[in-house]
């Protein structure tokens, strides 16, 4: 409860107190002592410049507190600046107070039966009814009752409002008294001033898009990503990130990888006040054409150029195939659409089998997709009604649960899972549960991508958009985290890149089979 919360909770023990034999005490209160009680709350929240308002009321002194009282609070435009006569030395009713508190402040301390001082929120007039009720006075004002107020009610000091009113002054000086104020705008000030907001979160997923970059930001999330087939995102303004190439693309077989960021398209730079639909424009071309990005890659401060070759291709969700006569290797490519019934067709396949010992699941570049999807597939490894993943706004908890399929056992078989820095979201989430179910399967590769959060749209009036990050995935027995930490391969072992050129070997594959 902040300071001017607590003064009403006292100004409404003394008003009770006062109605049963304690008027003595106190001043009765006047409609321009309420005003000017109103006015000390937000007082400090407001620049100088409010007592320019030339004041329509009449019956007001000059330069007397009243005055400036109401200036304040037309000012913050939470009353009119009307003709009428507001009778300042008339004694003001329970009534005429609580609405003026309903209007002004938007909120009432209430004393309960209880004697406990309770906030509540003056959303109806059967409240006002209560509360009038409680403190002993009609709901019309046929029948005047005076209220009371102490001499020591101090104003409002909450930090916020201090913060505030600088924000404002700020605001005001440089569009009033800057230098250079022709060079900018109102709405420039406004989208920085949000974008700063933003920014100060520490969320590289939370960011704000102004108007323009928000309608471009939109029709990204659309998934044109033909050309050199890799998913991207644009975490921030300026910020192009390749979050994996889709595999078997021509971005996997260039060596484009998870984290990469790319600064230039061909000549084209990639700026703040470049929109990923722009970036993603300069990318596609025609199949058999080339495009050359420029990417800073993590642990590597020298930019590296990289041409692609675009091209067309069938995309599958999931690939499956014997390795050996004991191994069963399944590729899980994305999760689409069709991915859990690609994947029940691989399982069938594998319960055939009565030779296989050792399942692969490879998820190296798999970006993620649709969580239900996830939890879908592991219910073929989790018991049923177990949970598969937990999605938590830090509030409340959502609690995927397993369907309990009993197509295969998965106890009786070796378990292996292949990552790396492309392998997002949902593909953790997946690793990470059947961990936490199965302590004994092995994870070989690299670190996750380490994104285990929901991002929500909010789309304003002016066509701006709001991104951020409104719940964290957790996986499903341990609760383990995944943002910012990723999942942890038991075996590290980084892809050789010049093995697979040479050879056409698979360092990670290889360990895999080795187990």
Same mark, same amino acid.
């Given at each position: ?105 938007? @909120? =009432?301390?209430?004393?309960?039966? %209880?004697?406990?001082? *309770?906030?509540?929120?003056?959303? !109806?007039?059967? $409240? ?117 190439? @889709? =595999?078997?693309?021509?971005?996997? %077989?260039?060596?484009? *990888?998870?984290?990469?960021?790319? !600064?230039?398209? $061909? ?249």
């Amino acid at each position: 409860m902040n300071s001017f919360q607590k003064c009403i909770s006292f100004f409404i023990i003394f008003l009770y107190s006062f109605s049963v034999g304690f008027a003595s005490t106190w001043e009765v209160i006047t409609r321009s002592d309420a005003f000017i009680f109103f006015a000390n709350q937000y007082r400090e929240k407001v620049p100088e410049s409010f007592q320019y308002i030339d004041l329509k009321y009449q019956n007001i002194a000059k330069d007397s507190e009243l005055e400036d009282a109401l200036q304040i609070l037309i000012y913050l435009d939470l009353i009119q600046n009307s003709s009428s006569d507001i009778s300042p030395r008339a004694p003001i009713s329970i009534y005429s107070f609580e609405k003026l508190a309903e209007k002004i402040i938007k @909120i =009432v301390v209430t004393k309960t039966p %209880e004697g406990v001082d *309770k906030k509540t929120l003056l959303t !109806t007039k059967e $409240d006002l009814k209560n509360i009038q009720k409680i403190l002993g006075a009609r709901t019309d004002d046929s029948e005047k009752k005076t209220i009371t107020i102490s001499s020591w009610i101090s104003p409002n000091t909450n930090v916020f409002w201090k913060k505030w009113a600088i924000l404002e002054d700020v605001y005001k000086t440089l569009t009033k008294d800057y230098y250079n104020r022709a060079e900018i705008t109102t709405d420039e000030l406004i989208q920085w001033a949000i974008s700063g907001l933003t920014d100060s979160a520490g969320d590289k997923y939370t960011t704000y898009f102004p108007p323009i970059e928000s309608e471009e930001f939109l029709e990204g999330l659309e998934g044109e990503y033909e050309g050199i087939w890799a998913y991207v995102d644009m975490p921030s303004p300026g910020n192009f990130l390749i979050v994996s190439p @889709i =595999v078997g693309s021509p971005a996997e %077989e260039a060596w484009l *990888k998870g984290w990469d960021v790319v !600064t230039h398209v $061909d000549e084209n730079e990639i700026t703040k006040d470049t929109s990923i639909k722009e970036a993603i424009s300069w990318i596609k071309g025609p199949a058999g054409t080339y495009v050359t990005l420029t990417i800073i890659r993590e642990g590597n401060n020298n930019p590296l150029e990289i041409k692609v070759k675009r091209a067309k291709i069938i995309l599958k969700d999931v690939e499956y195939k014997k390795l050996d006569r004991s191994t069963f290797y399944i590729q899980i490519k994305n999760f689409g659409d069709k991915v859990d019934g690609d994947f029940k067709g691989a399982l069938e396949t594998l319960k055939e089998d009565r030779q296989v010992r050792k399942v692969i699941f490879d998820l190296r570049n798999n970006p993620g997709g649709y969580l239900w999807k996830v939890s879908t597939m592991l219910s073929y490894f989790v018991p049923k009604w177990e949970p598969t993943a937990i999605v938590s706004t830090g509030e409340n908890d959502i609690n995927y649960k397993s369907l309990g399929f009993d197509l295969i056992d998965f106890s009786e078989y070796e378990l292996v899972f292949l990552e790396n820095g492309g392998s997002a979201s949902a593909s953790e989430i997946m690793i990470g549960t059947v961990k936490d179910y199965y302590p004994e399967a092995t994870i070989v590769g690299e670190k996750s991508f380490w994104k285990g959060s929901v991002q929500t749209l909010k789309t304003y009036y002016d066509g701006s958009t709001l991104k951020y990050t409104s719940a964290k995935w957790y996986t499903g027995k341990n609760r383990n985290g995944i943002d910012g930490i990723g999942v942890i391969p038991d075996i590290e072992i980084p892809f050789d890149d010049e093995r697979w050129k040479k050879y056409k070997k698979d360092n990670q594959l290889e360990k895999a089979l080795d187990l």
